[in-house]
């Protein structure tokens, strides 16, 4: 089962929902999801939210942080080179998140570190199978819960309707990036409540 899937089905069961009797439909490509016909953007349990609102801190003790699976080849190393060199940023190996058990679960060790982040690094596939406007990252929504600004690579943006109204920092690949940190909590706020208005289930999902 995809992620995308595992995330949606303990959406609905956190709402009182049973996912088995319910018509869900995965476009994975578009990071769309249709439950009994009618579709939503990519949907995480109402449980990430909260949780990862209570791991938000003013120590920013990491610049830009990333963990995540890293081939010894292709492409996603050669994007974050820049970053395994800056100082003061994280980019740590793992496949937490790769593991058929932990599809629908929140990393929180993960998810912990990502809030002392001041940015998090997004990358995506240079290679993506589909047209370069159905782009997504899950890891993008998760800066927006943490409190933590993403970072979109120039080289691999995602879409414009899954960025639409977020705010975000676009590396270019220069050698030592400034991002802004002006107006850092209004942004993240605002991350947090566009990412909770649009990727959660409205509120009318309910047994």
Not at 131 to 145: N, Q, S, V
Request: proline content about 6%.
């Amino acid at each position: 089962m995809l992620r995308q899937e595992a995330l949606l089905r303990r959406a609905l069961a956190e709402r009182g929902i049973d996912s088995e009797t319910t018509q869900i439909q995965i476009d994975h490509m578009s990071g769309r999801n249709e439950i009994n016909g009618e579709e939503f953007p990519l949907i995480f349990p109402d449980s990430f939210f909260s949780t990862a609102k209570e791991y938000w801190s003013d120590r920013k003790t990491v610049s830009v942080y990333f963990n995540g699976f890293m081939p010894k080849v292709g492409e996603r190393p050669r994007l974050l080179q820049p970053f395994v060199e800056l100082e003061g940023s994280r980019v740590i190996d793992s496949s937490w998140g790769r593991r058929k058990s932990n599809k629908s679960r929140m990393d929180k060790k993960y998810m912990q570190a990502l809030a002392r982040a001041r940015f998090g690094a997004c990358p995506n596939q240079v290679d993506w199978p589909g047209p370069p406007t159905t782009r997504w990252t899950y890891r993008f929504i998760e800066c927006c819960m943490a409190g933590t600004i993403p970072i979109e690579f120039e080289e691999t943006k995602s879409g414009a309707n899954f960025l639409a109204g977020f705010d975000f920092e676009i590396f270019n690949g220069d050698l030592i990036p400034g991002f802004s940190l002006k107006d850092y909590r209004n942004r993240v706020n605002h991350n947090f409540a566009l990412a909770l208005e649009r990727h959660s289930l409205p509120r009318r999902f309910k047994a």
